[in-house]
């Protein structure tokens, strides 16, 4: 059996002060879109998101069904 090659750290790609400044920009952008987008959207779009996956999962569940059943 062939063994599974790990996936190698962020941390060894990406510099920790880096790291640092995305999570602030990408905090910061979340901040901008609060006052771009009218207060129920983020909600709307979590929703939107959740049905997008739940929706993969019918998909998924329903091939795995296909195979069990061949």
């Known amino acids: 059996m062939s063994e599974k090659k790990k996936c190698p750290k962020i941390e060894n790609y990406i510099p920790e002060e880096a790291r640092e400044h995305f999570k602030v920009a990408r905090s910061e952008m979340r901040e901008g879109m609060k006052t771009v987008f009218p207060a129920n959207f983020l909600d709307h779009r979590r929703a939107a998101r959740k ?20």
């Not at 049905?51 to 061949?70: C, G, H, I, Q, Y």
């Open 51 to 70: 049905e997008m996956l739940l929706a993969v999962k019918s998909m998924v569940n329903d091939a795995l069904e296909r195979v069990e059943e061949s």
